[in-house]
């Protein structure tokens, strides 16, 4: 087993990033990503032994990436070494509460719910399919976001819609588990204390949601029956009235193209005008573009006041993701949104992105942590490879 590896693929709408971890003890061996999709700026990073190396890729359509990063772990890797490939699905469904060791069945209902996660879900699949043609004869587990999720409360998942509705499987799902899932487990480990409590984490990025947990589990995720749902991203429109979509659709506006304009043209980039990336916007004089930003610090900070309703209160929050990792303005902009619940940052530590960013006297404690979502697909394999 210890000369065993486990190649973990986490295919996000604009990006693809992997990792290699030694079979039982999850060492990092090698780690590598796939950016700018659909630009000529699309590059291929891995480093591996301390040496990064970089390929520039140019414009490529997302299947032939996956099999430039299988043969990039093969030059790397002897295939005999390969124990299992773990891969992050955005959408479970009702059936998948857990991961799950991909077969013909499996993948056809993956298929399924693609409706339900168009940016995400294909992707997804289609990494799947590349490592089953070029990984022949080694298992392929699928670990899905929506799991981390399963077990609210009813009054956290369903709508206010007729039962027959509920019972055909329409009712929130909650997203980014496997993110939420490893910031339960580092505080688990770190913080003990604080992970027994009531903490609210804001995984913000392209995609962005924040979710609830209390004692270590999700209580309740702002994201819904799909991934367009909650907060603002920087394409995505999150929350908004379902009567919106009927007023489109009754002035001559096709579903397909309203669908990819909630997907694709909205969030950030509808409300700016210039951008969906936060840097550009924080960088930019134009008013528009500040007006996106504060919508956006708005509705998480709105969000995660909601939250601290789930859980009960509030003991701490969790900035992690691109954004809130590494964006100290947005993290001050939602937090001053937060001083009615004792929340209160110190702008040093802030600024420096310390670990904790709070005030001697705030309330609630506030953390920057990166998310690792490579490891947990990685961990998520154990059991099906030990």
Known sequence: MDDKVTLALNAGSSSIKFGLFRSGSLERL???SVSSIGTAACALRVRMEEREEKRD????DYESLFGIIASAILDRVDAGRIAACSHRVVHGGERFEA????????????ENL???APLHQPNNIAGIR????????IPQIACFDTAFHRGHPPTADIFAIPRWMTAEGIRRYGFHGLSYEYIATRLKQSWPGLARGRVVVAHLGSGASVCALKGGRSIESSMGFTALDGVPMSTRTGQIDPGVIFHLVRN?????????QFYKESGLLGISGISGDIRD???????DARLAVDYFCHRVAREIAAMAVGAGGLDGIVFTAGVGENQPAIRRLICEQLDFLGVELDPEFNTAGAEFINSSSS?????TLPTDEELMLALHAQKFII
């Open 363 to 367: 309330q609630a404690k506030v953390l």
């Open 57 to 60: 890729l140019g414009k490529q």
């Open 99 to 110: 991961p799950a060791l991909v077969d013909s069945d499996v993948l056809e209902n993956l």
């Open 281 to 287: 916007l924080l960088a930019s004089p134009e008013p």
């Open 30 to 32: 090698a780690s590598g």
């Open 114 to 116: 693609v409706a339900l």
């Open 130 to 137: 590349a490592m089953i043609s070029a990984l022949p004869g």
């Open 252 to 260: 001559g506006h096709d579903v397909a193209e309203i669908e990819r």
